[in-house]
């Protein structure tokens, strides 16, 4: 994963890469840093933690210059320090290269490049591309692998590097997006991609690079989405594209598409807290005009299928990681329920590797908040392979899984920054509960039925409204509960998957174990895990299985484990057995997870405040996870 920005021309490069790599924070926050090309030499600045602490070093150790490159990290290959930061340079200075993906052959191009007397600093997979570069332009300007016409260097002076980056990059296996520049050429950046996305911003005589299109705002809307194999050459004035074999390709400039959204804190402390309290104007946002009320049914306006491929379709596979995929379960018990087509949900890390049949009347979603998770783009990616048409459920507009999928349905959830998911989570579980109207209403379900859902649909956002009142009750639990080290989170059909969720949410902020399960499983391994120690955080709705989730909650009563329990309002049953009681409103059974999901939000907020986790950027995690 990782966030890459270079620049080249008029400005002092180091002031847009800083900027440039706050904006890509959510890639990685492991380490930063920026090499810049001045005076016959590449300098660079970097350190361990985020891009403040690198700003802070170039505040007293300036790097001016008008070409350079930058990058914040997700640790893949050696720790998070200093050394193993990017950028990383080869062969006695004369490369800089920063990279995001994984070289997967990088230890034998090591040996290789040790044994030829190139001296490596760091443990990463990353520097190798900085020496093999090195050593391919050492070759190049020695003419041993020339291949670069005298002619051709007249024609273009940057021949002989061009060739030797292909050169290299052949050699490299596994995935990169990469920007390069080079102490002797001051004049030029390369960038290059081969499953890890880049970009490259068309300015007025200045040129951007950067790993998505996030930093260019403000700065130029001429954009160019590089392809896989694809390198481009720029200059301040100029923008070659080329094909690592197939030699010139023309760019085609895009306009830039990016939500640039509120990004201010708006006077919460952190983002996080400040997306959970959106989500009732996120789910009204992924309504708006969706509903289609005199039909009965939701309306679309990007599947781009035809009538006679929607009806054909015979079955249906959600896909994602992580909070998406929890939403995708959700999704497949709504869409069985109200449109009884048989749904799948595969993390996108397996299916992109498995082999399963899939018949041509198969639908596959993507479901991803940044529309960059590698595995579900790779998913999608192999589903296509196999002429299977894929749509995407996308938070962010211009991403590779939007641009790639067919079809798709965006959030408009407007730009989520805390690390942890929150207000895309209940906006996909939305945008699926409308998908499973649509399709109910084409297959068998009633125009009454549609009415009542639709009127259920349009209750949420104020019930949500009124959830987030439960913050007081939730600190109160979360300042008892603050030192347990173990929690569970049981909840059964529509509300496991909020269970698993509200479990996620406690591991990825506050470090804490917990262990999302359906409730009657629980008796079945996890209940030798409950003691006077570990809390249960159960979900209780009213609704059918309303007495099967108590007779759950009393067998770990019973073993003298502590109850959480979140209760619909009017509940007074719980409260006489439950050590702690969270009320919420009450809608329509299917759609009472998306309520139920915010004081587990709350809860995982408080624990992690409380014991003074980095909420909006917990540790190893990142927001975009762009490697597999
Ligand atoms: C990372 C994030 C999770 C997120 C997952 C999928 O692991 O930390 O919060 O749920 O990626 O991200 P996506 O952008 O595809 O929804």
């Known amino acids: 994963m990782c966030g890459i920005v270079g620049y080249i021309g008029p400005r002092e490069a180091g002031e847009f890469l800083v900027e440039g790599l706050r904006r890509l924070e959510y890639r990685g926050y492991d380490s930063a840093g920026i090499a810049v090309v001045e005076g ?15 700003n802070r070093q170039l505040l007293l150790d ?4 008008h070409v350079g490159i930058g990058h914040t990290r997700w640790a893949t290959h050696g720790a998070a320090n200093d050394e193993n930061a990017h950028p990383h340079v080869g062969g006695m200075g004369a490369v800089a290269i920063v990279h995001n993906g994984v070289i997967e052959n990088y230890a ?45 260097i007249r024609r273009n002076p940057h021949a002989t590097l061009v060739a030797a980056v292909r050169t290299a990059l052949a050699q490299l296996r596994g995935t990169y997006g990469l920007a390069i520049v080079f102490r002797d050429f001051p004049d030029v950046m390369i960038a290059a991609r081969l499953g890890s996305p880049l ?69 919460f402390d952190h983002y996080m807290l400040k997306e959970i309290h959106e989500q009732p104007e996120s789910i009204r946002n992924a309504m708006r005009g969706r509903l289609d009320i005199e039909n009965a049914t939701a309306t679309f306006g990007g599947l781009n299928l035809t009538p006679q491929q929607l009806s054909s379709i015979n079955r249906i596979i959600l896909t994602g990681c992580g909070t998406s995929w929890h939403a995708g379960l959700l999704g497949e018990y709504l869409i069985e329920e109200w449109a009884r087509i048989p749904v799948e949900v595969e993390y996108a890390s397996e299916l992109r590797y498995r082999n399963p049949p899939v018949d041509p009347n198969t639908l596959v979603f993507a479901i ?72 109910g209403r084409m297959r068998h379900l009633g125009f009454e039925a549609g009415r009542q ?13 009124e959830a987030l009142s439960t913050n007081a009750q939730v600190q109160r639990v979360a300042q008892k509960y603050r030192d347990a080290s173990n929690f569970l989170y049981l909840g059964r059909q ?57 007779a759950n909650l009393e067998e770990v009563k019973a073993r003298g484990g502590p109850v959480i329990a979140v209760v619909q309002d009017g509940d007074s049953r719980v409260a006489q057995v439950a050590d702690d009681v969270i009320t919420v409103p009450k809608v329509s059974e299917p759609l009472q997870p998306l309520i139920n999901v915010v004081p587990l939000q709350l809860l995982a907020y408080h624990v992690a405040l409380l014991r003074g986790c980095d909420v909006d950027k917990p540790r190893n995690l990142a927001k975009s996870v762009t490697v597999e």
């Not at 700065?219 to 004035?237: F, R, S």
């Not at 859902?453 to 409204?465: V, Y």
């Open 40 to 54: 016959g030499r590449v300098g660079v600045s970097k350190t361990t933690g985020r891009v403040d602490a690198l």
């Open 62 to 65: 300036p790097l001016p210059g």
């Open 108 to 152: 034998v191009l090591r040996e290789g490049l040790e044994s030829e007397g190139y001296v490596f600093q760091s443990e990463t997979d990353s520097e190798v591309i900085a020496h093999l570069i090195a050593n391919c332009l050492e070759r190049q300007m020695a003419g041993v692998s020339v291949g670069v016409s005298e002619t051709e």
């Open 199 to 267: 970009v490259v911003g068309v300015g007025h005589d200045e040129h951007f690079v950067a790993s998505d299109a996030l930093p260019l705002s403000g700065y130029t809307e001429k954009i160019v989405y590089l392809a896989d194999h694809q390198l481009a050459v720029v200059t301040a004035k100029t923008l070659r594209v080329v094909h690592r074999e197939f030699g010139a390709v023309k760019p085609s400039v895009e306009v830039l598409q990016v939500d640039t959204g509120d990004r201010t804190l708006n006077g």
């Open 368 to 439: 991803s908040q940044s529309g960059e998770t590698a595995d579900t783009l790779g998913a999608i990616r192999e589903m296509k392979r196999t002429g299977h048409r894929t749509l995407a459920i996308c938070n962010v507009v211009a991403s590779s899984i939007a641009q790639e999928a067919d079809g798709g349905v965006f959030l408009h959830a407007g730009p989520e920054i805390g690390v942890a998911s929150t207000k895309a989570y209940s906006a996909q579980c939305m945008v699926l509960a409308m998908l499973a109207l649509y399709f």
């Open 453 to 465: 859902i639709i009127d259920d649909f349009q209750q949420i956002p104020q019930k949500m409204q």
């Open 494 to 550: 529509y509300n496991f998957p909020t269970a698993l969720e509200g479990a996620l949410k406690l591991k990825e902020i506050s470090y804490v174990h917990a262990e999302g399960y359906p409730a009657a499983e629980m008796k079945h391994g996890p209940i030798a895990l409950v003691d006077a120690q570990t809390p249960s955080v159960f979900i209780v709705p009213q609704g059918f299985v309303y007495d099967k989730v108590m």
